[in-house]
């Protein structure tokens, strides 16, 4: 079992960076990934990343522009995301136990998310 916070979200306007962080306890050795709802609309992957760092997956929607990573040191996962636009408004949920990465279906374990607000 793993509890999983996220902080880091905020108001920003287009064009801006915010860099959201995902504390995790209990058990960490998972595959983590990004997620994100806007209202109205369903959870949509975002980004993930393998337990050793080895292997990241990005949604095309964020490639080039957001980057996870994570140190297992700190059993903490982030988000840094850069050249934001409106329609990245949204939740953002951490989760873990994805099982492969790159099949973008969530783990069963999810952070209580964080609202990211980006203004035109």
């Known amino acids: 079992q793993v509890q999983l916070v996220e902080s880091g979200g905020g108001l920003v306007q287009a064009g801006g960076s915010l860099r959201l962080s995902c504390a995790a306890s209990g058990r960490t050795r998972y595959n983590m990934g990004w997620f994100r709802q806007a209202p109205g609309k369903e959870r949509d992957f975002v980004a993930a990343v393998s337990w050793s760092s080895a292997n990241t997956y990005y949604d095309d929607s964020v490639k080039g522009r957001f980057t996870i990573s994570r140190d297992n040191a700190k059993n903490t996962v982030y988000l840094q995301m850069n050249s934001l636009k409106p329609e990245d408004t949204a939740v953002y949920y951490c989760?873990?136990?994805?099982?492969?990465?790159?099949?973008?279906?969530?783990?069963?374990?999810w952070g209580q998310g964080t609202q990211v607000t980006v203004s035109s």
């Open positions: 989760n873990a136990d994805m099982s492969q990465i790159t099949t973008k279906i969530p783990g069963p374990y």
